[in-house]
């Protein structure tokens, strides 16, 4: 694998669901980040690890809980989601946070029903 | 709210025209900025970045940054087909965060 690898590709979840997406990077950086991508609407930045260390929380509803075990994986823990959650999630990664290029995951195309 | 302003677009221009992409950003503290292309249904891929005031090419690319304006573009020389998607423009403030506009679309037309 190469890259940024995300699972799975697409999610269909109920309301009451408790799902998990997964990523993980090959290339070796220090940074990772969560994007939701939602139609007609900026990139919405949601979390920042650097070093497995959380350095953002963009005002994220706390249905929404990320995890990052170490610097190649990072998760993004779902509980009672509501369809306005549903979105494309995307995982980036880069070699530091900041200013550098962020290399994209393909992405996760969740569903809330 | 610090935020990065692109028109949605679409943008048609005929193969082999030039396509000039704009992107305004709200925080005179926005160090980098970054061109972004995505295909329908793919994930963002990098097309350029530009730290610096004036024009950096690469290949049929030029992104442009005035920092005094407040205004990043994006030109495509001879455009092809395979250039349409849309160009989202990215700004990292200080710190830790890339605000990303909500891209415009180009078209392309053979």
């Known amino acids: 694998e190469t890259g940024v690898t995300q699972t799975p590709r697409h999610l269909v979840m109920g309301m009451t669901n408790k799902k998990s997406l997964k990523c993980e990077q090959h290339?070796?950086?220090?940074?990772m980040y969560w994007y939701k991508q939602s139609a007609k609407k900026p990139l919405e930045l949601m979390f920042v690890?650097?070093?497995?260390?959380?350095?953002e929380n963009n005002s994220v509803p706390s249905r929404f809980s990320p995890e990052c075990p170490n610097s190649s994986h990072l998760f993004l823990h779902l509980h009672t989601l509501q369809p306005e959650d549903s979105a494309l999630y995307l995982c980036?990664?880069?070699?530091?946070?900041?200013?550098?290029?962020?290399?994209f995951g393909p992405g996760t195309r969740l569903t809330v029903l | 709210q610090k935020e990065v302003e692109q028109n949605s677009g679409p943008l048609s221009v005929p193969e082999g025209a030039i396509a000039s992409l704009n992107c305004t950003y709200s925080?005179?503290?926005?160090?980098?900025f970054f061109w972004y292309r995505q295909y329908s249904g793919k994930s963002p891929e990098l097309i350029m970045f530009?730290?610096?005031?004036g024009d950096k090419e690469d290949g049929r690319f030029t992104a442009q940054l005035n920092k005094a304006s407040q205004y990043v573009s994006l030109l495509i020389r001879d455009s092809q087909p395979s250039d349409s998607a849309t160009y989202l423009c990215?700004?990292?403030?200080?710190?830790?965060?890339?605000?990303f506009g909500a891209g415009t679309r180009l078209f392309v037309k053979a």
């Open positions: 690890y650097s070093l497995e260390e959380r350095v």
């Open positions: 925080d005179r503290g926005s160090q980098s």
């Open positions: 990215a700004a990292t403030t200080g710190g830790f965060k890339t605000i």
């Open positions: 530009i730290y610096s005031n």
């Open positions: 290339l070796g950086h220090n940074a």
């Open positions: 980036a990664s880069s070699q530091r946070v900041g200013g550098t290029e962020q290399f």
